[in-house]
């Protein structure tokens, strides 16, 4: 692969921003990002993201020519700051080969189901456990349809805005490496103290309510693959894995599904050029 073959991935989330170094269809790098100011964005540009320690693995990227930049977005203030960028392209649902799309869906959620089609093929349920927590369905070339509930991290601290005497109850994330196996991680289910008692209400729910989901997907859609991706997947698999483990073994952890959906979205428009 020649210099000219590497191209960002920028998926705009409403969090932070999350990073992808590509080479030709490798992926070589993942980071995140907070969101960034437009002074920020200009030195990116000025510098060809070489400078400032933005990423180790670009500070080679010397060869004149603009980085490619492919950017999918659901916070708007974010994607204008690049909007000057002459390298930069915008994917929006018109580059979603799939039916059904309606105008307000989420770019994230269809490219999101667009990678889950090119590593697992379709039907395919994908769960992206992000600020909002999503479930997204497709099936044949069409979406079936989905569902929108406030995040994880959401869920604790609205609790905690919205009341007086309630801390904000989120535990503690464990390494990564005892997080999949960490049932004591979860709080007991009538709790004693207020931090357990948050914890026992937004968990449990959320565990049976994904259940109910992802049950109703396999009734349509039997043995159909169910994706697990977002910032929040290893501490809900965890709680899955610790509360219904046989549930939780016909799931798929898979962190990239956003770059997935995002290099699909390149190879089809790089295609349809040549
Ligand atoms: N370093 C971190 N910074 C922020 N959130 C983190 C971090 N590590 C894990 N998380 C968890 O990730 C969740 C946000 O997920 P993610 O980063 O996928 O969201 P996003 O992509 O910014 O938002 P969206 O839902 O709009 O896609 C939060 O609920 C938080 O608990
Ligand atoms: C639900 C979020 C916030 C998840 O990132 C995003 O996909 C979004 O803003 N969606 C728009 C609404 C919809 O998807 O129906
Ligand atoms: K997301």
């Known amino acids: 692969m020649s210099c000219s073959d ?13 990073w992808a170094a590509f080479s030709g269809n490798d992926l070589q790098q993942t980071w995140d990002t907070p ?17 400032s320690a933005f990423h180790p693995s670009l500070h080679d990227n010397a060869d004149g020519a603009h980085m490619p930049l492919w950017i999918a977005s659901v916070v708007s203030q974010q994607s204008l700051l690049w909007q000057k960028y ?22 994230d959620r269809a490219i999101a189901a667009l990678g889950a089609i090119a590593i697992v093929g379709r039907p395919v349920l ?16 069409r979406l079936i349809g989905g569902a929108i509930l406030p995040g994880l991290g959401l869920q604790f601290q609205t609790l905690q805005q919205a009341t007086a005497a309630l801390p904000n ?13 960490a049932p004591q991680l979860l709080p007991p289910r009538w709790a ?29 859609f039997p043995a159909s693959p169910v994706l697990l991706t977002g910032g929040d997947r290893d501490r809900l698999y965890a709680y899955l894995t610790a509360t219904m483990p ?8 898979e962190p990239q599904l956003i770059f997935w959906g995002m290099r699909s979205v390149r190879g089809e428009s790089l295609k349809a050029e040549s």
């Open 192 to 220: 004693l103290n207020t931090t357990d008692a948050i914890a026992s209400g937004i968990i449990y729910t959320l565990v049976a309510g994904l259940q109910a989901f992802v049950n109703d997907w396999w009734q349509q």
């Open 6 to 18: 590497r191209w960002l991935a920028l998926s705009i989330g409403n969090s932070r921003l999350h």
């Open 126 to 141: 994908v769960i992206d456990a992000g600020t909002a927590l999503t479930f997204t369905g497709v099936d044949g070339a």
């Open 246 to 253: 046989a549930m939780a073994s016909k799931l798929t952890v």
């Open 35 to 51: 969101h960034l100011s437009a002074a920020d964005v200009q030195q990116l540009i000025a510098t060809q993201f070489t400078k």
């Open 86 to 107: 002459d390298a930069a392209t915008f994917i929006t649902l018109e580059q979603v080969p799939l039916a059904g799309l309606y105008p307000t869906l989420g770019i």
């Open 169 to 181: 109850a989120l535990p503690a994330a464990l390494p990564a490496s005892e997080e999949r196996v």
